[in-house]
C-alpha cells in the first residue's frame, strides 16, 4: 500500500537564496534528479521481476502522470523490455455528461470514459493481439479513431503502461492479476511558504492546470479556475481509494517549480481579468456542454480566487523557462506557447 511520502516544503526566502549563475543550476538539476531517481527506483523493481505485464498510473489532474509515464516507459526500453504506452485521456465518451448545481459538467468521472473499449484493449494487448488505440482531441474535445500507423502491440516480453486519471480503478486494472501488474499514484506533494504557507499540492496543481489549459486546451486562466471546484469534488470521490491500492507513491513537485509557474500563471491570470475589465473575456470552454446555458459557473468566485492567487504569487521570484531542462516533467504544462 503507497501513501504520501517525501513532501517537500521550501520558502521564498531559500527560492531567492537559490538564484545565482553557479546555484541555480545546481538547484534546478539536483530538483530532477530527485525525481528520476524515483523513476529509476521504479523500473528496477519492476525489470527484475519477469513477470510484470502491466504498469497503471493514475494521479489527479496536472500532477504529470503523462512525462512519468513516457519517461519510465524510455527508462524500460533502454532496459530491453519493450514498454507499450496507453493513455486512457484518448478513451474520452462526452455524449452522456452530469454537471453540478452550479452547471459545471463533469469530465472527471470515469463514466466520461469508455470503459469497455479500454477494457477490452487492454485484455486483447495483454494476450498478445495487436489494437488500434483512438483518439482524442482536446481542442475540439471529440473522440476520434486512431490512425493504423499506431497500431500496438506487446509482443512476448512487453510491459504495458497504462496512465490516466483513472488508472488505478479495479474498472481499469481489475482484470490484470495482482503478480502481474504494478500500480503508481503520481502527484505533487509539497508547499511554498512566504511567513505564511502561499501554495500548497491543491494550488500547485492548479497553477500548473492554469498554464497547460491555456497553451494546450484553449482555456483561459479564469475557465480554468472556474471550473476547479468541479474537479476537486470529484477526486474526492476517488483519491484515497487510488492512492492506497498503489504500490508506488511518486511524488512529482519538483523544489524550484514555482520559479517557472508562478510567473507564468501570474501572466495567464492577468490576461484574462483585463479582458474581464474591457468586456471582451471569453466564455469557458469548460461550459459548452452545460445545459445551464451559463458563461461561467460563478465567474464572482472565480474573479475572488484569480486576485488571491496573484498576491500569492507575485511573492515568488522569477527565472526564465529557458532553464527548464528538455526532459523536464515541467514541459507538460509550460511547453508549446499558445
Avoid at 141 to 149: A, I, L, N, W, Y
Avoid at 246 to 274: C, G, K, Q, T
Wanted: hydrophobic share 35%; glycine share 6%; with cysteine.
Amino acid at each position: 500500500m503507497a501513501e504520501l511520502r517525501d513532501r517537500i516544503d521550501i520558502t521564498v526566502e531559500e527560492l531567492e537564496e537559490s538564484l545565482g549563475a553557479v546555484r541555480l543550476p545546481r538547484f534546478i538539476a539536483e530538483s530532477e534528479k530527485s525525481f528520476v531517481g524515483r523513476i529509476d527506483s521504479i523500473c528496477d523493481e519492476i525489470c527484475s521481476d519477469s513477470n510484470k505485464r502491466a504498469i497503471f498510473v493514475s494521479g489527479p489532474t496536472s500532477s504529470g502522470k503523462t512525462t512519468f509515464t513516457l519517461r519510465l516507459s524510455n527508462r524500460i526500453n533502454e532496459r530491453g523490455r519493450k514498454a507499450v504506452h496507453l493513455s486512457l485521456d484518448d478513451y474520452y465518451n462526452l455524449s452522456d455528461i452530469k454537471c453540478d448545481r452550479e452547471g459545471r459538467p463533469d469530465f472527471e468521472t470515469i463514466d466520461t470514459l469508455d470503459v469497455d473499449r479500454i477494457q477490452r484493449d487492454i485484455k486483447a494487448l495483454l494476450n498478445g493481439e495487436t489494437i488500434i488505440p483512438p483518439f482524442f482531441d482536446f481542442n475540439l474535445r471529440v473522440q476520434k479513431e486512431g490512425d493504423p500507423s499506431n497500431a500496438i502491440c506487446l509482443g512476448d516480453d512487453g510491459v504495458l503502461v497504462v496512465e490516466g486519471l483513472h488508472g488505478l480503478s479495479p474498472r481499469v486494472s481489475g482484470e490484470c492479476p495482482s503478480e502481474q501488474c504494478s500500480k503508481v499514484f503520481i502527484m505533487p506533494y509539497g508547499n511554498v511558504y512566504c511567513d505564511s504557507k502561499i501554495m500548497d499540492s491543491n494550488e500547485i496543481r492548479l497553477i500548473r492546470r492554469i498554464i497547460r489549459d491555456y497553451r494546450h486546451r484553449s482555456a483561459h486562466a479564469l475557465a480554468t479556475i472556474d471550473y476547479w471546484p468541479m474537479i476537486q469534488k470529484s477526486e474526492e470521490k476517488y483519491y484515497e481509494e487510488y492512492l492506497t491500492c498503489a504500490d508506488y507513491h511518486v511524488n512529482s513537485f519538483l523544489a524550484y517549480e514555482s520559479l517557472i509557474v508562478a510567473p507564468m500563471a501570474m501572466n495567464d491570470i492577468r490576461e484574462a481579468l483585463a479582458k474581464v475589465e474591457k468586456g471582451t473575456i471569453e466564455p469557458s470552454v469548460f461550459m459548452e456542454k452545460s445545459p445551464s446555458g451559463k458563461s461561467f459557473a460563478d465567474l464572482s468566485a472565480a474573479l475572488v480566487k484569480a486576485n488571491k492567487l496573484m498576491g500569492h504569487l507575485g511573492k515568488i521570484p522569477v527565472i526564465s523557462p529557458e532553464q527548464v531542462p528538455s526532459e523536464s516533467i515541467l514541459n507538460e504544462f509550460i511547453g508549446d506557447e499558445h
